[in-house]
């Protein structure tokens, strides 16, 4: 892997926001709940589809890392057999045979993440920040970007300035250098510009796996 130049890394500019930290979360609170209730036949139906197509959970529950280092259970749709890790923690692609008939079409479209819409109601995620990783990874990563955890600075998001430039596509370096970005120059135009530029992600499905 091209590492980048680590001193160019550094969040020299990050600096609290209170007034929008706290528009923010009223917005994430407010969008969220007002999507699981309008959504949920919707979530119901995929449900069933799941339940009908393998044996397992619905739902998928990950501990990832989130704002501070601080550990929580990120809610998913199950896109993959229950023994999907019984060799251990390792990244999926778009040909992974640990992914189910169902769980491939939710992974393409970006509809295994809806449930995260809860962790966010929790207050453990917002809609916009970098994608929270699991600790196996982040240690991994750490061994060569020893500033990885930078990222854990603000909150995880379902989506961000990553996802919309090259999402799962990305090197561990590169994403990085995308959040540290975001983290240093956060703002509601540039919130609104990722939730735009996202849409045409899901709708033609880049970069899944």
Same mark, same amino acid.
């Given at each position: 892997?091209?590492?980048?130049?680590?001193?160019?890394? @550094?969040?020299?500019? !990050? *600096?609290?926001?209170?007034? #929008? !930290?706290?528009?923010?979360? $009223? =917005?994430?609170?407010? =969008? *969220?709940? =007002?999507?699981?209730?309008?959504?949920?036949? /919707?979530?119901?139906? @995929?449900? &069933?589809?799941?339940?009908?197509?393998?044996?397992?959970?619905?739902? #998928?529950?990950?501990?990832?890392?989130?704002?501070?280092?601080?550990? /929580?259970?990120?809610?998913?749709?199950?896109?993959? !057999?229950?023994?999907?890790?019984?060799?251990?923690?390792?990244?999926?692609? *778009? +040909?992974?045979?640990? $992914?189910?008939? %169902?769980? +491939? !079409?939710?992974?393409?479209?970006?509809?295994?993440?809806?449930?995260?819409?809860?962790? @966010? %109601?929790?207050?453990?995620?917002?809609?916009?920040?970098?994608?929270?990783?699991?600790? #196996?990874?982040?240690?991994?990563?750490?061994?060569?970007?020893?500033?990885?955890?930078?990222?854990?600075? %603000?909150?995880?998001?379902?989506?961000?300035?990553?996802?919309? +430039?090259?999402?799962?596509?990305?090197?561990?370096?590169?994403?990085?250098?995308?959040?540290? +970005?975001? $983290?240093?120059?956060?703002? @509601?135009?540039?919130?609104?510009?990722? $939730?735009?530029?996202? &849409?045409? %992600?899901?709708?033609?499905?880049?970069?899944?796996?």
């Amino acid at each position: 892997m091209k590492l980048i130049n680590e001193q160019k890394l @550094i969040v020299a500019s !990050y *600096s609290p926001k209170p007034l #929008y !930290y706290f528009f923010k979360q $009223i =917005v994430d609170i407010a =969008v *969220s709940f =007002v999507s699981l209730l309008f959504l949920f036949p /919707f979530l119901l139906i @995929i449900a &069933i589809l799941i339940k009908l197509d393998s044996q397992g959970s619905v739902f #998928y529950k990950q501990e990832r890392i989130g704002l501070n280092g601080k550990p /929580f259970l990120m809610i998913k749709f199950r896109t993959m !057999y229950g023994d999907a890790e019984k060799n251990g923690p390792q990244w999926a692609d *778009s +040909h992974d045979s640990r $992914i189910t008939r %169902v769980g +491939h !079409y939710l992974r393409k479209y970006r509809l295994d993440e809806l449930p995260q819409f809860i962790n @966010i %109601v929790r207050g453990e995620m917002s809609m916009i920040g970098p994608r929270p990783e699991r600790l #196996y990874f982040i240690k991994e990563f750490e061994k060569q970007l020893p500033s990885f955890r930078s990222r854990l600075q %603000v909150k995880p998001g379902i989506t961000g300035w990553a996802q919309i +430039h090259g999402g799962y596509e990305l090197t561990p370096a590169q994403k990085l250098k995308l959040d540290l +970005h975001y $983290i240093n120059h956060f703002s @509601i135009l540039i919130d609104l510009k990722i $939730i735009l530029k996202s &849409i045409p %992600v899901i709708l033609f499905a880049k970069g899944w796996r």
